[in-house]
């Protein structure tokens, strides 16, 4: 199995210098440890990676730039045939790390993906992650756009791109004062316009327009949340910006008749994520659950996170027994959620009349061609495996609050949306 993937992640890091406001793993003194024994063995970790042929791999983990200088980047490159290198960075470490990992590559006909995770002006970055974070990461990318001026890439191809996540605090501030959307638009215009003015390397892009903002997952949402979540849909229209969800939802109009081919569609989940010890995993966010030391640290420390309780309820149990552990098993299982259509697509109409008869989302979901029309969307625009099993211990059941998140207006919005654009 292990010679058919062509696309593989690689968790490379495993501690945090950071403590964003909607991580979803449980920070303990555990994952120091972690971290420590993962660089040993790194080395192993590129040695089980060189032997399959794949052609994209990631590194993955709380901040891959932590140990981007010790993958031996060179074995991979003399051994597999890769067309793409990515990452994703919070671009608050030091940026010449990047710089020499992307010169260790060059000048080969490989495409690097460098996703920057940055939320936003100082009125969400500074509060979702730290004091002074909106101005020490574009600082950072400035730094390494320029030192990477007259250097000759060969064909080594870099793209930069954003990536925004949004909690419902920030949603709420926004709300309340709509010219921060314009200041949100703004702050990103201004970067990329910096940054563009900076480059004249054509082995360089700096990507238009990827600052459209996702909401924090996983995230226990209430109806309420999902009328906030509506209005801030509405109010971004307003203001000439579209969050993710626009063009992901576009995506499904776009190629309606290829819908059969639900793969197309689907998160990538089970296809190519390797752990700790070689295993595979459905997707990053299981990267820890296969630790029993990690999870005894979740469960004796007193945290506030949202994946917490699924710790305690066995779910995690269950992961590791049927999916971690059973490569086999997994790609079997999420074959069956990825291929076909029927059993996922009727359990998210269930939902929805239950929720319409407990009157936590809008009536307009009585209509059963909105109704079908969104749970297509869940599998098409929102689908998560393993945020399924972790919330309802089946990779079949889409957890109740992101119904409930989108259903109170903002999908209907962004149906209507996205129509007037056909």
């Not at 945090?16 to 971290?35: A, E, Q, S, V």
């Not at 209005?231 to 969050?243: A, D, G, R, V």
């Not at 749970?375 to 059941?397: K, R, V, W, Y």
């Amino acid at each position: 199995m292990k010679n058919e993937i062509e696309s593989l992640e690689i968790l490379t890091t495993a501690w945090c210098p950071f403590n964003c406001k909607y991580c979803y793993i449980p920070k303990t003194p555990m994952m120091t440890r972690m971290h420590n024994e993962l660089v040993k063995n790194l080395d192993s970790l590129i040695e089980e990676a060189s032997k399959m042929s794949v052609k994209h791999i990631g590194f993955w983990g709380t901040e891959p730039t932590l140990t981007l200088d010790k993958i031996n980047i060179e074995k991979l490159l003399s051994i597999l045939d890769l067309e793409t290198v990515s990452f994703s960075t919070s671009m608050m470490y030091n940026p010449q790390v990047i710089r020499d990992f992307i010169l260790k590559i060059a000048p080969r006909k490989i495409k690097i993906r460098v996703q920057v995770s940055l939320d936003g002006p100082s009125f969400i970055t500074d509060k979702n992650r730290m004091k002074g974070a909106s101005e020490k990461i574009p600082s950072n990318l400035q730094d390494l756009i320029s030192s990477l001026q007259n250097t000759d890439l060969g064909e080594t191809a870099v793209e930069v791109r954003f990536k925004s996540t949004l909690t419902i605090e920030n949603l709420k501030e926004m709300n309340e004062n709509h010219s921060l959307i314009d200041e949100y638009v703004e702050y990103f215009v201004s970067l990329e316009n910096k940054l563009v003015a900076l480059n004249s390397n054509k082995n360089i892009t700096i990507a238009r327009g990827t600052y459209c903002p996702t909401m924090m997952v996983p995230g226990k949402y209430t109806s309420t949340d999902g009328k906030i979540f509506s209005e801030f849909i509405k109010n971004c229209y307003e203001h000439n910006l579209k969050t993710a969800y626009h063009y992901r939802l576009r995506r499904v109009y776009d190629f309606a008749y290829e819908l059969h081919k639900k793969r197309m569609f689907t998160c990538s989940g089970g296809d190519s994520n390797f752990g700790f010890d070689g295993s595979f995993h459905i997707c990053h966010r299981s990267f820890y659950l296969n630790k029993k030391e990690y999870i005894d640290s979740v469960l004796s420390s007193n945290i506030e996170n949202w994946d917490v309780s699924h710790f305690r309820r066995g779910n995690i149990d269950l992961v590791n027994r049927y999916i971690c552990r059973d490569p086999l098993r997994m790609k079997y299982v999420l074959r069956g959620h990825h291929d076909f259509w029927k059993l996922d697509i009727s359990m998210v109409m269930s939902k929805i009349k239950e929720l319409l008869a407990a009157k936590q989302i809008s009536p307009a979901y009585q209509d059963e061609r909105l109704a079908l029309k969104f749970a297509i969307f869940t599998q098409c625009g929102l689908d998560c495996p393993m945020e399924s099993l972790l919330n309802c211990g089946s990779i079949h059941l889409v957890p109740v609050s992101l119904v409930r998140l989108f259903c109170n207006g903002a999908f209907e919005e962004l149906d209507r949306r996205v129509l007037n654009e056909l």
